[in-house]
């Protein structure tokens, strides 16, 4: 069984970890073989790429797996705190970046297709995945990789009921709601050291993770380096999800809207270099983006692309509705199917199996 394989240009200079096909099975590239230089890198990724997986061991393993943690997240964050034990939030952030570190594309987009949780939980796993895609950008150590995940699984745990009925509002209206919103930094912070997570880098990128670069955030208006490093990473995945995630008010939007945003309007307000770094690791299009295609299919795109140019997306939908058993991957630059423009999920559609998008 052959899956699609992303090759990050991380792997510059190193061995391919397995064989390389083309969507035929003809070997591309052996497992072993180094990468020279970037002229080497961009030859390969110029073609979709696949590698083979075990298909009693691999097939499936890592996305079934990922709704089973989402699952647990949902458990842990909401349920009662008597009994849990300590060290059960940050082996669940282990085991949540172990399962990108398997597949980051397939965790950057499958939870926009499929909800692993009740809302607030679910936003905190996407912004989860973003701030482990930006901290490997970065270089981050794995020890603040870690305080930066715990982070953002746990930076709404207080209030998340508010914050589920927030994601049916356009926002708080009220003083009173805009006050219990600018207090849940805080409160976040003393539940979690009450569970016993005495990390600093953890409680403090919580507390600061609406502090913004020009003083105007809360709870305390910092500003500029004052912020640690990983609450303005915190800051930038955090807004960037809210803007790209549906709402019961408004349907989801491209990646494309959020950048302009977070360039545009929010500009001074984020650190522009993790908001830089964020643009260069998904561009216009990341993982689970929908779109039409000049044939009428409905695509998806499912890996990430160098530069914002996204080359090729997977069909799930013909011209007339009807569901392709298996996806089609389809070169986006021919004319056939070139890309017309974003969709949104429609509970119209028939049953669409989104794994094996993925290739599982």
Not at 7 to 34: C, K, M, R
Not at 40 to 63: D, S
Not at 162 to 177: K, S, V
Request: hydrophobic residues 40%.
């Amino acid at each position: 069984m052959l899956r699609p394989a992303q090759i990050d240009v991380a792997l510059i200079g190193q061995p391919l970890p397995w064989d390389l096909f083309t969507e035929s099975g003809v070997l591309v590239a052996g497992a072993g073989l180094v990468i020279a230089d970037e002229a080497h890198y961009l030859n390969l990724i110029g073609r979709p790429l696949y590698r083979k997986c075990n298909a009693g061991a691999e097939a499936g393993y890592w996305l079934e797996r990922l709704e089973a943690l989402g699952h647990r997240a949902d458990v842990l964050l909401s349920g009662p705190r008597e009994g849990l034990e300590m060290d059960a939030l940050p082996r669940l952030c282990r085991d949540l970046a172990a399962v990108f570190q398997a597949d980051a594309d397939a965790c950057l987009g499958y939870p926009r297709l499929v909800p692993l949780a009740r809302p607030s939980v679910a936003h905190c796993l996407q912004v989860m995945f973003y701030c482990l895609l930006l901290a490997d950008q970065l270089e981050l150590s794995e020890r603040e990789r870690l305080s930066l995940a715990g982070a953002a699984l746990t930076m709404n745990m207080a209030d998340l009921d508010f914050h589920d009925w927030l994601a049916w509002q356009a926002g708080p209206g009220t003083e009173e709601e805009r006050t219990r919103l600018r207090a849940h930094p805080d409160h976040a912070v003393e539940l979690l050291r009450s569970l016993g997570i005495d990390d600093p880098l953890w409680l403090d990128t919580v507390r600061q993770h609406h502090e913004n670069m020009d003083g105007s955030g809360y709870p305390d208006g910092i500003e500029g380096a004052r912020i640690v490093l990983t609450a303005r990473i915190l800051r930038v995945a955090d807004l960037y999800c809210a803007r790209t995630s549906a709402r019961h008010y408004r349907p989801p939007r491209s990646g494309r809207y959020a950048l302009r945003e977070l360039f545009g309007r929010q500009r001074g307000q984020l650190d522009s270099q993790v908001a830089v770094q964020l643009l260069r690791r998904v561009g216009w299009y990341p993982p689970g983006t929908l779109i039409r295609l000049a044939s009428r299919e409905h695509a998806c795109v499912t890996r990430r692309n160098r530069n914002g140019f996204i080359r090729f997306a997977v069909s799930f939908l013909d011209g007339r509705g009807r569901p392709f058993d298996p996806p089609r991957e389809r070169d986006l630059t021919t004319r056939t199917h070139r890309s017309r423009g974003v969709l949104e999920l429609d509970p119209a559609w028939p049953k669409i199996e989104w794994k094996q998008l993925w290739g599982y």
